[in-house]
């Protein structure tokens, strides 16, 4: 069963985790800090955790949200994943979804970096790389590596333009 902690610092708003205490994830305990706790006594340098979703917050919507299938704590601030499916989401509600299948997220800096293949696919491109650094905050980064890129809204502009 999935639990959500809401009010977490920084670029994690909440993550669903299995066997986390009801108490801890609907706030009833009215302890701003118990939820904190939870975070810290769950994710622990060394310990692993499995199906978990990270959204990312600016005050008021949803900027991105990572899913993971399972992750390494490596620190306090940094997880290192396996099988990312991250979603960004601009002010025009469109949706970039990028692939791979291992990367590192630092939520203290908002950075993602991937080492392995990375696929990226918009409204507006489609792109492949073998390495992606990405300020999920400032939704920028860059592909690396042997980068293909295609543009297919384009393409079928200047189809559907021509007589």
Known sequence: MRRLLHSIPGVLACLGLAGIGAAAADGSNGEKGKKED???????????????????????????????????????????????????????????????DAARIFKDTGL?????????????????????????????????GSVVVKLPSITQKKLKQQP
């Not at 997880?79 to 002010?91: R, T």
């Not at 390495?131 to 905050?137: F, G």
């Open 112 to 144: 993602l970096i991937a080492k392995d293949h990375v696929h990226i696919a918009s409204p507006r491109f489609i792109a492949d790389g073998d390495q992606l650094h990405l300020d999920t905050k400032k939704q920028e980064g860059y592909l690396r």
């Open 38 to 100: 939870t975070w810290e006594k769950v994710l622990v340098p060394g310990s692993v955790v499995k199906g978990i979703s990270l959204p990312q917050n600016d005050g008021t919507r949803t900027t991105a949200i990572a899913r993971i299938r399972q992750a390494t704590v490596i620190s306090k601030t940094e997880l290192q994943c396996e099988q990312v499916k991250a979603e960004l989401i601009s002010l025009a509600d469109e949706i970039t979804y990028i692939i791979t």
